[in-house]
């Protein structure tokens, strides 16, 4: 429908088949592309400084003539000085120029130039040091100076100069009119200015606008480009919404005295009130004719699991199977040990299946869960991709999933299954990304935390204070708590890294802590002796783990006490909260030292900062938002972070509100026009570089 902007950049005087190959690799192809990346920075060179005010210091834009010019040769290496002298009838400063001897042929005396940059005092005098310059008879003089200035990314060999002169001339050639897909009375409602007048604002913003507002993207050109963004993402999100909510699934639960007397029946403990709110959102979407597709949130030890196993319950009552699924072998097994035990006294069968299933159990198992047989199956994320076909699959648990099922979705419903969802996770979900991929999930909150949990005393330590580290770890072990000792495992380093976690197990058993028992736990290890020293440690006959990261995740031993973070600086955020979260769940105080090595970047600083002072995850995962950013936060793009040109999720938060209402409101009201659909069924997935989601 848009031809002007689909223009290849080629097309533009000065781009040929080089620039225009640059261009390309910087993503820019056609004249589209150039116009949605805004400038990152702006500068005001609209106001030109008297020379006569010139001090030391000022980053400041002169308007003059080209006095003298001429070459200096200075210094031990023979560094050669241009040297030319600007200025206004009497008044002129000198610039210099370290080993640019070709301006002498563009700076000639007698021409207009505009000179920018930053004023310096040294033995010499005052003068501009490499300053920019723009001669004022040159073509497009206005583009690079005398005005607000956009600076742009750099996009290989193509010079931010070259960048300014082909936007301002695609700017130029832009017809009166072009289309815009956001709905006439919307843009009104809004006040959101015309699509060409944000465009032109955008990019050479008039010289009455302030610098600062540029810079922060409040404009109101800005700003209209964002909220464009904005709502176009969440026009797919809210139409896939839609489209999905007209599905049925083939089976529909129903819930009756004798369900709820046989969930009350396997209840170890009283459920908070959390837990008892939670439990009542997700069996109410069950019993709904849609597919559940929901998120339970809660931070790390608030007792998802009971919850799960009880809309579980309600599942198997009706005669449907259910699938739990964990992100670990080790976390599998432990919901298995779990999930069984509290079974045990009902009719249910409950099984296990993984990666390191024996191939004949593996066989059994399969033929159970096609006949029906199984009630509970309980494996890794990659449950559901593997080729079983169950009897009757009426709900999906998914433990601890920060991709948050969208593979497993995919996969269930290319299967043709369309079963109640539910997806567990105890990383809140920081406002910003709210709006975005889970804005098509329903989310259950579980606020409190079981009674009785006493928050983890936490402590930023360096590395020289091991000493009394490990003699607060023997106290714990003397009064009979259990310790984690958590060793990172960076990519590419794994042999060293693995090398010294198991010298450090062998230090601490035979130097340290000869009385108690050390183990060692990683990844690479065979699953049957993962599960064997885990087991052990849960029965308390290992006193102290030294593990990796294995154990972030779900582990539950409520009797560990201490959890030592060696090398903390190397770990995320969000990370230090899930590894923190394995202690603390018993009765006991319980500690958590993060121990770090310098030096630490200033990141590192801030995480350990902000573990020692908070322990609610709400707050450790907005900080870790701030500092690692949207695009990282959950690792990849899959996450349903979306790719983007002109906003940005955290500072435009307030303008992905407003987009994700106004979408919202225009697909229920069923407002879409036929542009608006065309785009979603076309671009929005590449624009967004977002993954298929069936
Ligand atoms: P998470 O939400 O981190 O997955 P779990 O489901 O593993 O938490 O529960 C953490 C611990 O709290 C478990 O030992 C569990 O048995 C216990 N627990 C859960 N709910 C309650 C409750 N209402 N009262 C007492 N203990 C509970
Ligand atoms: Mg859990």
Redesign the pocket.
């Known amino acids: 429908m848009n031809d002007f902007l689909d223009t290849p950049l080629q097309f533009l005087k000065g781009v040929g088949p080089r620039k225009a190959a640059d261009l390309k690799r910087a993503g820019l192809v056609t004249i589209e592309d150039l116009l949605y990346r805004l400038p990152f920075r702006y500068e005001d060179r609209s106001h030109m400084q008297p020379i006569a005010s010139l001090r030391p210091g000022m980053r400041a834009a002169v308007l003059g003539e080209i006095k003298s010019a001429h070459l200096a040769v200075t210094g031990l290496r023979g560094s050669r000085f241009f040297q030319p002298g600007v200025g206004v009838g009497s008044g002129a400063i000198r610039c210099t120029w370290m080993n640019q001897a070709f301006l002498q042929d563009i700076l000639k005396p007698h021409l207009s130039v505009v000179i920018f940059g930053d004023v310096k005092l040294d033995s010499t005098g005052m003068h501009f040091m490499n300053p920019e310059y723009e001669l004022m008879s040159e073509e497009l003089e206005s583009v690079r100076t005398a005005r607000i200035v956009p600076f742009y990314e750099k996009t290989g060999t193509v010079t931010p100069n070259m960048q300014r002169r082909i936007v301002r001339q695609a700017l130029d050639q832009l017809p009166a009119e072009i289309p815009d897909l956001l709905p006439l009375d919307m843009r009104a409602r809004l006040e959101l200015v015309d699509r060409r007048v944000a465009l032109e604002g955008a990019h050479f913003p008039a010289n009455d606008v302030k610098v600062d507002e540029l810079n922060a993207c409040r404009t109101r050109p800005q700003r209209r480009m964002v909220f464009e963004e904005f709502f176009l993402f969440q026009i797919g999100h809210a139409w896939r919404r839609h489209a999905t909510s007209m599905e049925l699934k083939p089976y529909v639960p129903k819930v009756d005295d004798r369900i709820r007397a046989s969930a009350a029946k396997i209840l170890?403990?009283?459920?908070?009130s959390g837990?008892r709110g939670a439990v009542k959102e997700i069996v109410d979407d069950m019993l709904r004719p849609q597919p559940m597709h929901r998120l339970l949130q809660?931070?790390?030890?608030?007792?998802?699991?009971?919850v799960a196993l009880l809309a579980s319950i309600v599942a198997m009552e009706n005669g449907l199977q259910v699938a739990f699924m964990a992100p670990t072998e080790i976390l599998a097994a432990q919901h298995f040990g779990?999930i069984a035990r509290l079974l045990s006294q009902s009719r249910f069968r409950v099984d296990l299946l993984t990666g390191s299933t024996p191939g004949l159990k593996k066989h059994t198992v399969h033929s159970h869960i096609e006949r029906g047989t199984t009630n509970l199956i309980v494996g890794t994320h990659a449950l559901v991709q593997e080729s079983i076909k169950f009897h009757k699959l009426g709900l999906v648990v998914i433990?601890e999933q920060h991709r948050f099922g969208v593979e497993q979705r995919a996969a269930l419903r290319a299967k043709g299954l369309r079963p109640d969802v539910l997806l567990?996770t105890?990383t809140p979900i920081p406002r910003t990304l709210a709006l975005t991929d889970y804005s098509e999930l329903d989310v259950s909150k579980?606020p409190d935390l079981?009674?009785g949990r006493k928050p983890v005393r936490t402590w930023v330590k360096p590395e020289s204070r091991r000493d009394e580290i490990y003699q607060l770890i023997r106290e714990q072990l003397d009064a009979g708590r259990q310790a984690y000792i958590i060793y990172p495992l960076i990519e590419g380093s794994e042999k060293i890294d693995l090398k010294s976690a198991t010298e450090m197990a062998d230090h601490l058993q035979t130097e340290i802590f000869p009385a108690y028992r050390v183990a060692l736990l990683h990844g690479r290890m065979k699953q049957d002796v993962k599960d064997r020293v885990m087991h052990a440690f849960a029965a308390g006959q290992i006193h102290i783990l030294v593990s990796t990261t294995v154990v972030e995740v779900?582990v539950?031993v409520?009797n560990a006490s201490i959890m030592v973070v060696e090398h903390a600086e190397r770990f995320g955020l969000s990370q230090l909260h899930q590894l923190r979260?394995r202690v603390g769940?018993g009765e006991w105080e319980s500690h958590c030292i993060l121990l770090y090595q310098a030096p630490w970047t200033d990141d590192a600083r801030e995480r350990l900062k902000a573990m020692a002072t908070t322990s609610d995850g709400f707050v450790i995962a907005e900080r870790d938002l701030e500092l690692r950013g949207p695009g990282d936060f959950f690792g990849t793009r899959q996450s349903g972070v979306p790719k983007l040109r002109t906003g940005d999720l955290v500072r435009d938060r307030d303008i992905m509100e407003a987009a994700h209402r106004e979408a919202r409101t225009l697909v229920d009201q069923g407002g879409l026009s036929g542009d608006l659909l065309q785009f979603v069924q076309q671009r929005w997935q590449e624009q967004f570089g977002l993954i298929e989601v069936g």
């Open positions: 170890p403990f009283k459920l908070t837990q809660g931070d790390v030890g608030a007792g998802k699991t009971i779990n433990d567990m105890a579980i079981p009674p779900g539950d409520p979260g769940r």
